[in-house]
């Protein structure tokens, strides 16, 4: 199956986050890791200012559910994760 | 002195440790038990680890009354392990790492038990016998490196012991291991068991479908009670670890045995080991069940001998892995 190929199902999610660091920190957090099967399908992430964007192309929609699902689920304790545990520090100057 | 935080998430357990200078200073964990006659399976376990992991890291930073500026260095299990509850766990431990702006350890589970099994015991170099629902192995280190004396050759010696909890409709609460050892007690016969032996090997895959057949049909014609089948599975695949672990520490001359992971916290094997560690005039060093069963001071425990040792694992390279050897990692640590 080639991946390039016009019959394959896309998605693409657009996370907004508050600042820089928050997105970068994501996107360093939840780009570690390889799908399971890549000939199947593949997820690529990048940055747009403070908007993490993550492409997803698979071959069947039963790949796409469960790539997407569990990217969500990840996604989720990552917020949740800097929600809790974060600490203010180097953030955006704030102009006051 | 650095202070260290673990993340552990390899199978049922999760647990956040942390500690410094040998010490643990909190070692939360949590459980994921499932209901008798059932085992546990990746998406569930995973999702079991996302739901508690913000309740245990609050914990264990409670419970050693530590801020997040406290630690220097976090630790999680790279494998080996199931993959989905292993990421649920490393996400967050990036995310940690990257907010607490400190460096990122990722460490062999294996090597975990060994080191924190040596930190609690104060065993200077043990032949190691680690059992547990996913690993059987005989270990000495040796040059830079714990190398694998023996092993199964099939199935985790606690996969068996679990398997046949399963079989009897045992309860998974706290663990199906402690249920069939305290069953044990009440045993009066022993039915003989294939008792499987390979050089420094070890198999269980057989005995197990062996003593299935015998449940089916000797419980049901009452010639023998669940207590007796208990009784007679440990009593057999103890002495096949006994035996093989006596021979690794014959090869090495060594006056030391140290028995880790969650299967170590039973306490016929570890009269079984004392007994032939006594007859050698060699020690016993085990653990109790905060230590022996996965917990994340362990990781934690490893990683910061690592991290003394100045090893970190760059962000990117982060990932996680089903199956990750023993003797894969270099013992840099040790001399």
């Known amino acids: 199956m080639n991946l390039t190929a016009e019959s394959l199902l896309k998605c693409e999610l657009r996370i907004p986050m ?19 099967r890549p000939k199947e399908i593949t ?30 689920d990840f996604l989720l304790l990552v917020t949740q994760t800097m929600d809790e545990f974060g600490r203010p520090v180097t953030r955006d100057p704030v102009i006051t | 002195m650095p202070t260290v935080i673990g993340f552990e998430g390899s199978a049922n357990k999760l647990g956040i440790g942390i500690v410094r200078d040998g010490e643990v200073l909190s070692n939360p964990r949590h459980t994921y038990i499932t209901p008798p006659g059932e ?21 264990a930073l ?11 260095c976090v630790c999680y299990t790279k494998g080996p392990g199931m993959a989905a509850p292993l990421l649920s766990v490393a996400v967050v431990a990036r ?24 930190q609690v015991t104060g065993a200077q170099n043990p032949t190691v016998l680690y059992v547990s629902g996913g690993n059987t192995q005989v270990i000495a280190y040796s ?19 679990d398997r046949f909890a399963r079989i009897l409709k045992l309860s998974n609460d706290p663990s199906p291991g402690y249920n069939i050892e305290q069953m044990a007690k009440k045993g009066e016969q022993y039915i003989e068991l294939p008792y499987v032996v390979k050089g420094m090997d070890v198999s269980f895959s057989g005995l197990l479908s062996f003593i299935e057949d015998v449940a089916h049909k000797k419980l049901k014609s009452g010639k023998c009670t669940p207590a007796d089948l208990c009784f007679s599975l440990q009593e057999t695949i103890f002495a096949m670890l006994v035996e093989i672990t006596e021979r690794a520490m014959a090869h090495c001359g060594s006056s ?12 016929r094997l570890q009269e079984m080991m004392g007994k032939m560690a006594e007859e050698r005039g060699a020690s016993l060093c085990a653990t109790d069940d905060r230590y022996c069963i996965d917990n994340g001071a ?38």
Not at chain 1, 18 to 36: Q, T
Not at chain 2, 256 to 267: F, W
Request: net charge negative.
């Open chain 2, 39 to 59: 085992g546990f399976q990746p998406r569930d376990t995973a999702r079991h680890h996302q739901q508690h992991i913000m309740s245990i890291l609050r914990r």
């Open chain 1, 43 to 72: 997820k690529m992430l990048r940055v747009e200012g403070t908007t993490l964007v993550v492409n997803f192309s698979a071959t069947q929609a039963r790949l796409m559910r469960v790539a997407v699902g569990s990217f969500m």
């Open chain 2, 298 to 335: 362990m990781i934690a425990q490893a990683g910061l001998e690592m991290f003394n040792a100045g090893i970190t694992t760059p962000l990117e390279e982060t990932w996680v892995t089903q199956r990750y050897r023993t003797d894969e990692v270099e013992v840099v640590w040790r001399d």
């Open chain 2, 62 to 72: 409670d419970e050693a009354k530590l801020t997040p500026k406290d630690i220097d």
């Open chain 2, 143 to 161: 040059q830079q490196c714990y190398r694998i004396f023996g092993e199964t050759i099939d199935i985790a010696v606690g996969n068996c012991l």
């Open chain 1, 18 to 36: 508050y600042s820089e660091r928050e997105v970068g920190i994501a996107y360093n957090s939840l780009c570690v890791d390889k799908e399971p």
């Open chain 2, 256 to 267: 030391e045995v140290l028995i880790v992971g969650g299967v170590g916290c039973n306490m």
């Open chain 2, 95 to 118: 995310t940690v790492a990257q907010l607490w702006d400190v460096p990122i350890i990722g460490v062999n589970h294996c090597i975990g038990h060994i080191e924190m099994g040596r």
